[in-house]
């Protein structure tokens, strides 16, 4: 049984009770959440050990925001050597979950690669294989469910499929400044112009469904009419394709598969709250996995910043996956570099909406590095901070460790300092009044 049957039973798996252990709270929590479909747990059976050396997490807006981490070769550099290292970095620096994009190199050993080494879930988006060394007008049903079929027996734990891009749809992207930026959507746009017929992968819904029950494959229904900029945000064409993705969240669902549904893209801050909440009411709650949202248009090399702040407010407002943005969105290929500088970006998103919405014991570090920055401990803050490595390096190197004041104030001016010894000096005052005079 998959996760979510398990959950409907009652029934308590390893992998609930390890996410609990995760979350700090009950395995019975966990399991009424899954078995909601407010929380899915992507954990393919055969990526689970004893197969795979997956430790399971759970995604959903009950429990902590998570953060993804895209990856992957492009026809342009392709090493899985090189993608391998970028799964480190990522999980190094925050990534609860990876997705293996590539579209250049041997796409079957790097996802092998990946998968072999991957401590977290590792989702894939099956129509980037299906068209390698053919035209996407050659895709049929054989080939589509064969790719799927291949990717799930090979442990791969979420996958993205642009089921809720109908035929209907494509007269609204004309209306658009950007078109369709999907490349799964912009793909499948393509073939059912071509051919004059429905999307292929609603239409084999349920047989896609079959083989992700069997290995226990989270759907992550992917939005093929994201908006790619502010001009396009909920627009007709992103909110058709939503309506239909809430039909085939309870599709999923019944069929016993998990589901979580991907979402925006680029959209004004303004309009983050609204997609977030429509998106629960079409989709009866199942998890959000949102790109950014990236808030403005006009800071290539920055959108780790424009995207981690719309992210921040959509993780508040409804949101339960963070995909991150990395400073080469819009410009190339992301380096290691790019993927620890997204992962932290939007880690700190993450954590800065989980503190809002007051997550039980979520604030216990702050207040820990607080209380260290209060006492000019400095080992300790190193040791409570995210990338205490970072940090330190930081740190003026002119200064001793054990210096009661940093290089921005010096000694004198040090607020803090002052402050501790003014309390010293209060508390040594009210002591020395509480000694009764000599005789």
């Given at each position: 049984m998959t996760q979510l049957e398990s959950a409907r039973q009652r029934t308590i798996t390893p992998a609930m009770q390890r996410v609990a252990e995760r979350e700090n709270v009950t395995s019975t929590f966990i399991r009424d959440q899954v078995g909601?479909?407010?929380?899915?747990?992507?954990?393919?059976?055969?990526?689970?050990?004893?197969?795979?050396?997956?430790?399971?997490?759970?995604?959903?807006?009950?429990?902590?925001?998570?953060?993804?981490?895209?990856?992957?070769?492009?026809?342009?550099?392709?090493?899985?050597?090189?993608e391998l290292e970028k799964l480190e970095w990522a999980v190094r620096y925050g990534a609860d979950a990876v997705m293996d994009l590539s579209t250049g190199g041997d796409l079957n050993e790097i996802r092998q690669h990946l998968l072999a080494n991957a401590t977290v879930p590792?989702?894939?988006?099956?129509?980037?294989?299906?068209?390698?060394?053919?035209?996407?007008?050659?895709?049929?049903?054989?080939?589509?469910l064969e790719t799927i079929e291949r990717h799930a027996r090979q442990g791969v734990d979420f996958m993205t499929l642009h089921a809720g891009l109908l035929k209907e749809h494509l007269p609204l992207v004309a209306k658009r400044t950007a078109g369709i930026v999907s490349r799964g959507g912009s793909l499948l746009a393509r073939w059912m112009t071509y051919h004059n017929r429905e999307n292929p992968i609603y239409e084999l819904f349920d047989d896609i469904s079959a083989i992700l029950r069997q290995y226990d494959v989270t759907y992550s229904l992917?939005?093929?009419?994201?908006?790619?900029?502010?001009?396009?945000?909920?627009?007709?064409?992103?909110?058709?394709?939503?309506?239909?993705?809430?039909?085939?969240?309870?599709r999923a669902r019944e069929a016993g598969v998990q589901v979580m549904v991907e979402g925006p893209g680029h959209i004004p801050y303004h309009e983050i709250e609204l997609n977030m909440l429509v998106q629960q009411e079409l989709c009866d709650g199942a998890p959000f996995?949102?790109?950014?949202?990236?808030?403005?248009?006009?800071?290539?090399?920055?959108?780790h910043i424009t995207s981690a702040i719309g992210a921040t407010a959509a993780a508040f407002h409804g949101a339960a996956f963070l995909c991150y943005v990395t400073p080469r969105e819009h410009l190339g290929l992301p380096t290691r570099d790019d993927v620890r500088m997204g992962c932290v970006a939007h880690r700190i998103a993450a954590h800065a909406a989980d503190i809002a919405r007051g997550l039980p014991a979520i604030r216990e570090h702050d207040d820990a590095m607080a209380r260290a920055r209060a006492a000019l401990d400095w080992p300790r803050q190193f040791e409570l901070a995210f990338d205490g490595e970072t940090a330190r390096g930081l740190r003026d190197g002119a200064l001793p460790e054990e210096a009661d004041y940093c290089g921005m104030c010096g000694r004198d001016w040090c607020a803090m300092r002052i402050t501790r010894d003014l309390e010293r000096e209060r508390n040594e005052a009210a002591a020395n009044q509480s000694v009764p005079p000599r005789e």
């Amino acid at each position: 049984m998959t996760q979510l049957e398990s959950a409907r039973q009652r029934t308590i798996t390893p992998a609930m009770q390890r996410v609990a252990e995760r979350e700090n709270v009950t395995s019975t929590f966990i399991r009424d959440q899954v078995g909601r479909g407010r929380v899915v747990i992507p954990a393919n059976v055969n990526h689970l050990p004893p197969n795979g050396r997956l430790d399971p997490i759970g995604i959903g807006r009950p429990i902590r925001t998570k953060v993804n981490a895209n990856l992957g070769a492009s026809p342009v550099a392709s090493s899985k050597e090189g993608e391998l290292e970028k799964l480190e970095w990522a999980v190094r620096y925050g990534a609860d979950a990876v997705m293996d994009l590539s579209t250049g190199g041997d796409l079957n050993e790097i996802r092998q690669h990946l998968l072999a080494n991957a401590t977290v879930p590792l989702g894939t988006v099956p129509i980037y294989e299906m068209i390698v060394n053919r035209p996407v007008e050659a895709l049929t049903p054989a080939i589509i469910l064969e790719t799927i079929e291949r990717h799930a027996r090979q442990g791969v734990d979420f996958m993205t499929l642009h089921a809720g891009l109908l035929k209907e749809h494509l007269p609204l992207v004309a209306k658009r400044t950007a078109g369709i930026v999907s490349r799964g959507g912009s793909l499948l746009a393509r073939w059912m112009t071509y051919h004059n017929r429905e999307n292929p992968i609603y239409e084999l819904f349920d047989d896609i469904s079959a083989i992700l029950r069997q290995y226990d494959v989270t759907y992550s229904l992917g939005d093929g009419l994201r908006p790619g900029c502010l001009a396009d945000a909920t627009d007709q064409a992103q909110m058709a394709e939503l309506r239909t993705l809430g039909e085939l969240v309870q599709r999923a669902r019944e069929a016993g598969v998990q589901v979580m549904v991907e979402g925006p893209g680029h959209i004004p801050y303004h309009e983050i709250e609204l997609n977030m909440l429509v998106q629960q009411e079409l989709c009866d709650g199942a998890p959000f996995y949102v790109l950014g949202p990236v808030v403005a248009d006009i800071f290539p090399g920055y959108d780790h910043i424009t995207s981690a702040i719309g992210a921040t407010a959509a993780a508040f407002h409804g949101a339960a996956f963070l995909c991150y943005v990395t400073p080469r969105e819009h410009l190339g290929l992301p380096t290691r570099d790019d993927v620890r500088m997204g992962c932290v970006a939007h880690r700190i998103a993450a954590h800065a909406a989980d503190i809002a919405r007051g997550l039980p014991a979520i604030r216990e570090h702050d207040d820990a590095m607080a209380r260290a920055r209060a006492a000019l401990d400095w080992p300790r803050q190193f040791e409570l901070a995210f990338d205490g490595e970072t940090a330190r390096g930081l740190r003026d190197g002119a200064l001793p460790e054990e210096a009661d004041y940093c290089g921005m104030c010096g000694r004198d001016w040090c607020a803090m300092r002052i402050t501790r010894d003014l309390e010293r000096e209060r508390n040594e005052a009210a002591a020395n009044q509480s000694v009764p005079p000599r005789e």
